[in-house]
């Protein structure tokens, strides 16, 4: 539509390079004058730090319409990320900031036909600039279809409403934001063989490229946030919400803390299985038995209390250490030693499951069964030392 020439401007001593964009003399007629003005009238509305903004506009002494622009020393964003090689993180950082130029245009009515990454510049600070709005769209008016004509789209990210010269929405920016993701993140045009992404990644572009506009991301912003929340292994808003899927991203997020508890419980399980078999065929292994339920509650437990993300592991440990302790007090009730370790076992359970004014998991009743069983332990010993009279005042 355009010539555009780099420019400083010198006024009082204050020097700014700008881009002037003027009309090409060649193309002159009523309506590329009529779509350059309303570029003017569009540009004159958006003030935000990721769309290049507009500085002046006006006519050359011969009536040329142009307009003033801040120039942006930068490079489109494909090219930008290969030449850095930057990681995925990196990346979706870029796509949210442009997402949010998209919303910001949105929410003022406007849409830009156009989305493409020859149209976004990364300066050399990595900020990315939207340009060209030279075929956006006012929501306000009515359907322009001059403007889904092959000569005023790039098809390659034109939606399908576009292609099929129907109404453009808010939905038709967030398909080509579906498109550009998908070349950020690969590295490959979209027509060619896809390669594999983040499921969730893919689940979210997927989305975003529904050929139904209304079935696509309801905002610029929600696409970005969806593809954010995937790569950090969040759920995401493109994939059915069930137990199971959001089991599997808390997996994915806390590896380690996972791995711990699977450990921990596949070797209470396998202790508990030799502990109990021994226990009812040698009695003579009873203190074995004895020692790894206190191991449980006194070691495992202590190890991972302060993991994130492992209180069910600690329910399950305390579960575990209790149903020890039972059969230990029904086995050995007349054993004096054994009771006195045991009602000191039960103090320390029930200060786990819903000690007042300490950390604790909250249950406050099965706290109270184990205090109450701590008491009864003791109180059936003749002459308690003054270890147990203060374990039963407590």
Do not use: W
């Amino acid at each position: 539509m355009g010539t555009v020439f780099l420019a400083e401007r010198d006024y009082d001593d204050v020097r700014l390079q700008v881009a002037i964009k003027i009309i090409r003399r060649a193309l002159l007629d009523r309506e590329i004058v009529r779509r350059f003005l309303q570029e003017r009238q569009i540009l004159a509305r958006l003030e935000h730090p990721n769309i290049a903004r507009m500085l002046d506009a006006g006519r050359t002494p011969d009536g040329m319409p142009y307009l003033v622009m801040e120039f942006v020393d930068g490079i489109p964003i494909d090219q930008y990320i290969a030449a850095n090689n930057l990681p995925v993180g990196a990346k979706l950082a870029l796509f949210r900031d442009i997402c949010n130029a998209v919303a910001y245009a949105h929410r003022n009515l406007i849409v830009h036909r156009d989305l493409k990454p020859r149209n976004i510049l990364v300066t050399a600070e990595g900020c990315p600039k939207l340009l060209d709005f030279g075929i956006a769209k006012l929501l306000s008016e009515a359907s322009d279809p001059e403007a889904t004509s092959a000569a005023l789209m790039t098809r390659a990210y034109a939606n399908p409403e576009q292609l099929a010269g129907g109404n453009v929405t808010t939905a038709s920016d967030i398909y080509s934001l579906g498109v550009i993701l998908y070349e950020l993140l690969s590295g490959e045009k979209l027509s060619k063989p896809r390669r594999q992404l983040n499921s969730d990644l893919e689940s979210v572009i997927g989305m975003a490229l529904r050929p139904e506009s209304e079935r696509r991301y309801s905002s610029a912003g929600e696409l970005a946030e969806d593809a954010v929340r995937a790569a950090e292994g969040y759920p995401v808003r493109a994939r059915p919400d069930t137990v199971a899927y959001r089991a599997r991203c808390f997996i994915a997020r806390r590896r380690v803390e996972t791995a711990v508890v699977i450990v921990m419980a596949a070797a209470m399980g396998a202790a508990g299985v030799v502990a109990f078999a021994q226990y009812r065929f040698a009695s003579q292994r009873f203190n074995q038995a004895h020692a790894i339920a206190n191991s449980f509650l006194f070691d495992v437990y202590d190890v991972i209390a302060d993991l994130p993300g492992t209180t069910h592991a600690r329910m399950v440990v305390a579960r575990r250490a209790e149903q020890y302790l039972n059969v230990l007090s029904r086995e050995r009730s007349s054993d004096l030693t054994l009771r006195r370790d045991l009602a000191a076992s039960y103090r320390k359970l029930g200060d786990i499951l819903g000690r007042p004014f300490a950390p604790n998991l909250g249950n406050t009743a099965a706290a109270l069964e184990n205090y109450r069983k701590a008491a009864a332990l003791l109180e059936g010993i003749a002459g308690a030392g003054r270890a147990d009279a203060t374990l039963l005042k407590d």
